[in-house]
Nanobody, 115 residues
Framework: QVQLVESGGGLVQAGGSLKLSCAAS????????RAWYRQAPGKERELVAR???????NYADSVKGRFTISNNNAERTVYLQMNSLKPEDTAIYYC?????????WGKGTLVTVSS
């Protein structure tokens, strides 16, 4: 069974930076996390960033130019560098992996941005 574990969340002032990490363990070695989602209080979960197998990336408009997704396939990890954080970035951040239509989720890490 694949497990995804996020880390790196915390409390930061507006304008600050955080780097999130997500590591996969167990299950097939080719199940790798490739996306970050977030869910703010009272809102639906939304895609933040995704990196595909050829290395190309896409981002939500709200984070373009501020967030960068990267990964290390050998270590089955995905990262999210978040710069110039805003209060509206406050949310629980989840990493995600998908294989043959099956979705895998971590338990999330809380990011709180104070104004």
């Amino acid at each position: 069974q694949v497990q995804l574990v996020e880390s790196g969340g915390g409390l930061v002032q507006a304008g600050g930076s955080l780097k999130l990490s997500c590591a996969a363990s167990g299950g097939a070695v080719n199940i790798r996390p490739r996306a970050w989602y977030r869910q703010a209080p009272g809102k639906e979960r939304e895609l933040v960033a995704r990196i595909v197998s050829d290395g190309s990336t896409n981002y939500a408009d709200s984070v373009k130019g501020r967030f960068t997704i990267s990964n290390n396939n050998a270590e089955r990890t995905v990262y999210l560098q978040m710069n110039s954080l805003k209060p509206e970035d406050t949310a629980i951040y989840y990493c995600n992996a998908e294989r043959f239509g099956v979705l895998y989720w971590g338990k999330g890490t809380l990011v709180t941005v104070s104004s």
